[in-house]
């Protein structure tokens, strides 16, 4: 070893080589920021980098990635926002994610920041990350609720009865956050190769334990990766991904570790009727009460903030009033988001028109202009006009999920969802998906591995994708402002009530044929009501508007670019075009030959305007868009959809976004004069092919048909076969199809 890393132990081997003594201010440290959802991590982690933040995502799943740097006395601290988990099993992406980073990229050590109200659930996490061996220091976070709930800490006690530095802190106003952190970086120097913790499990379990940690041992299997411990631990919990991990590594380990396992938990089957999970839960909870135990918690008085839960609760649950009140609530969060949100949509649609105007006075004709102003913006301007109103509600949505509200929601769904043969846990999914409004189907589909049973896990994914997700908002706000001017917020709600209905009707009808099985039992935890604060709404707010834009920005824009060449090529044949071009030419000679403000000049312009418009609609369906939707018209007409409104379902099914954007498109192709570059609703209300009823057919229809495209790829991975992906499209087509054709039919007789 060289001088400068016995000088810096922290530094990794490599650094230092040469002598070189390495300068104070190059310290570095790694810090991961772990915990329970809801816990205060992002108000930490944010008021430790402040806007020094990087944020992306971890390769192949939709969990955020964030990272930020900030200086801790002489330390450069590179912090990595874990995503909130409450274990460190395998059956949410965000713990895979959390189990990853701690063993992949082996922090320095981890600041775990724990609800102080909530210890005995919190510590369940920092016991699982110490028994992979990496240095915890624990923020007991939320102190000044605790402190004015009457509760006290010995913290100092805790820290000396789980050996790792616990602290005080406040996130909102940052109070003990800078201690915790130069305990963290300083113990995690000293600890490097620090034991992992080791909980007893049992007589049952412990010489079993042992007997494959000495086996891994001896293989060395992934041993870079993992503590033997851990590995024969995560095996006993039956934990999939580290035995296929295992497997791949090692085989034949694999099969003598999965004997071992077999052979103890059909013991414990037989002598205590339970699982080995179960067993392992079990000890890891006495463990957790056993530090707890005498001394740690003091309360005083009775002055609680579950005191005042408990009040809010009698009235937010009621069987009859949380329900209506919950009713109420949503609605009202639809109708002021369309009373405010009306205002900036109208300014961003503006900029739009005037970026399109100005760029096809600049730009030649030919295709760079077409693709630039029918492709690109306007395709793209379509999505981001709905932004503001989509940010209100995101802001509504952040609302409910920090003051506690949304789990209360979830609570009183989950009596009805046991009707439909689906579990609690059911509905953070749906809710994730767009139950509420602006959600997304992906992160909802990924979701679902909190659901054990993979009957109800099925059942769920595949029919969250009939909510009311962000990517549809945009084509319901653009029709309803269209044909139901007034009652946008009214026709919002009640889709968003259709797709409820639908989701739950399919998963009663699946949950009685293709996957019929037992339910499971619900348990699942009210926290606290809270009052969030403004700056916490807007960071949650902006990340699910970001993610948004992102879509928007980069899959929306080569989906436009491939759209736009699907409806331009093949172009029409010179001859083809050439009966249309004469007679604009000839309408155009007799126009200039008129004196100026001539009387016929209005009519002459109609009848060019006219021309043209035939001239586009013949491009248009001379393309190879225009063929699939024309192809497809006979079977669309009983829903009243034309063979534009095909091409725009069809290039839904790569992302919902692109359905206005095509239908912006699709109208605009056949309008080639800018002056009359009028807003694609403008179009759409004044086109004799489309009515009320071929409004609510096809927002009834883009509501239930077939998911996106990385939604089925996500569906593909949780539900593990093609089969269900196909199910999955077809099905949900079909049943689009058939309500969309029952509401015209029925739209278009009682309208008329
Ligand atoms: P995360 O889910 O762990 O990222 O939690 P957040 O940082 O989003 O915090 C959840 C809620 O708790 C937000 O409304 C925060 O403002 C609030 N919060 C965070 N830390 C504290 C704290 O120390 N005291 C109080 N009273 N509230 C906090
Ligand atoms: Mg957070």
Redesign the pocket.
């Given at each position: 070893m060289s001088q400068a890393s016995e000088l810096h132990p922290e530094t990794p081997a490599g650094e230092g080589k040469g002598g070189r003594v390495i300068p104070l201010h190059e310290r570095k440290a790694r810090i991961a920021l772990a915990?329970?959802?809801?816990?205060?991590?992002?108000?930490?982690?944010n008021a430790y980098t402040g806007s020094r933040q990087h944020v992306g995502n971890y390769p192949g799943v939709t969990v955020e990635k964030k990272e930020g740097v900030f200086r801790l006395d002489d330390t450069e601290v590179t912090l990595v926002d874990l995503p909130?988990t409450y274990s460190l099993t395998a059956y949410s992406a965000e713990e895979i994610v959390t189990r990853e980073v701690l063993s992949r990229e082996t922090p320095l050590a981890v600041v775990d920041?724990v609800d102080a109200s909530a210890l005995e659930r919190n510590l369940l996490l920092t016991v699982q990350i110490m028994e992979m061996g990496i240095p915890v220091a624990l923020a007991l976070?939320?102190?000044?609720?605790a402190r004015r709930a009457g509760m006290h800490i010995n913290s100092e006690m805790l820290g000396r009865r789980l050996g790792v530095p616990v602290g005080e802190?406040?996130?909102?106003?940052g109070e003990g956050l800078k201690e915790i952190m130069a305990a963290a970086v300083a113990f995690g120097r000293e600890n490097a190769r620090r034991e992992p913790l080791r909980i007893s499990y049992g007589p049952d379990l412990d010489p079993v334990i042992a007997e494959m940690e000495t086996l891994l041992t001896e293989r060395r299997v992934l041993e870079h990766w993992y503590r033997p411990r851990w590995i024969a631990v995560k095996l006993l919990e039956g934990d999939e991904r580290v035995r296929e991990e295992v497997r791949e590594a090692a085989p034949e380990v694999a099969e003598k570790l999965q004997d071992l396992h077999d052979v103890v938990s059909a013991h414990i089957r037989a002598t205590l009727n339970a699982s080995t999970e179960a067993i392992i839960a079990d000890y890891r909870y006495g463990y957790i009460r056993g530090v707890l135990s005498a001394g740690v918690i003091s309360r005083e008085g009775h002055r609680d903030r579950m005191a005042l839960t408990d009040k809010l609760d009698k009235v937010f649950t009621n069987a009859l009033f949380g329900p209506l009140i919950m009713l109420g609530i949503l609605y009202v969060m639809f109708q002021v988001t369309f009373d405010v949100g009306a205002y900036p949509q109208g300014w961003v649609e503006d900029g739009f028109g005037w970026l399109g105007d100005t760029l096809s006075d600049i730009l030649p004709e030919g295709f760079l202009k077409s693709l630039v102003v029918s492709g690109i913006i306007d395709g793209v301007g379509g999505v981001v006009s709905f932004v503001p109103l989509i940010m209100i509600m995101f802001l509504f949505v952040a609302f409910l999920e920090?003051s506690g509200y949304m789990a209360r929601i979830a609570y009183m769904v989950d009596r009805v969802f046991r009707a439909f043969g689906l579990h609690g846990c059911s509905v953070m999914p749906y809710i994730v998906a767009g139950g509420i409004a602006g959600g997304c189907a992906i992160p909802g589909v990924m979701a679902t591995r909190t659901l054990r049973s993979p009957r109800e896990k099925l059942a769920t994914l595949l029919t969250l994708p009939y909510m009311a997700c962000g990517a549809k908002l945009p084509v319901f706000l653009l029709v309803a402002g269209v044909f139901f001017p007034g009652n946008e917020a009214v026709t919002l709600f009640l889709l968003t009530l259709a797709g409820w209905a639908a989701a739950l009707l399919t998963a009663r009808l699946l949950r009685s044929t293709v996957i019929r099985g037992e339910s499971t039992p619900f348990v699942m935890e009210l926290p606290p009501y809270?009052l969030?604060?403004l700056?916490?709404l807007l960071i949650?707010c902006w990340e699910r508007t970001w993610m948004y834009l992102k879509k928007a920005g980069t899959v929306l824009v080569a989906i436009s670019i491939l759209i736009w060449a699907g409806m331009t090529f093949p172009t029409l044949d010179p001859e083809a075009a050439a009966p249309y071009e004469q007679r604009i030419g000839a309408l155009e000679d007799r126009l200039a030959a008129l004196p100026p403000d001539a009387a016929e000049a209005a009519p002459l312009n109609e009848a060019i305007e006219q021309a043209r418009q035939e001239l586009g609609a013949a491009e248009l369906r001379h393309s190879l868009a225009g063929r699939v939707g024309s192809a497809l018209e006979p079977l669309t007409r009983p829903a009243g959809f034309d063979w534009r409104t095909n091409i725009a379902m069809l290039a839904g099914i790569a992302a919902k976004e692109a359905v206005v954007a095509t239908l912006g498109t699709a109208y605009s192709l056949g309008e080639q004069d800018p002056e009359d570059a009028a807003p694609l609703a403008a179009r759409i209300a004044a086109d004799p092919g489309w009515s009320r009823a071929t409004g609510l057919a096809l927002m009834l229809f883009v509501l239930l048909y077939s998911p996106c495209f990385v939604t089925l790829v996500v569906i593909r991975h949780e539900a593990g076969s093609w089969g269900w992906v196909a199910f999955s499209m077809l099905f949900s087509t079909g049943l689009a199809y058939a309500v969309a054709v029952t509401a015209y039919q029925i739209g278009s007789r009682v309208w008329g």
């Open positions: 915990g329970n959802p809801n816990s205060g991590k992002t108000t930490a982690f909130g920041v976070n939320m102190m000044d609720e802190t406040v996130a909102r106003t920090d809270r969030p604060t700056r916490s949650h």
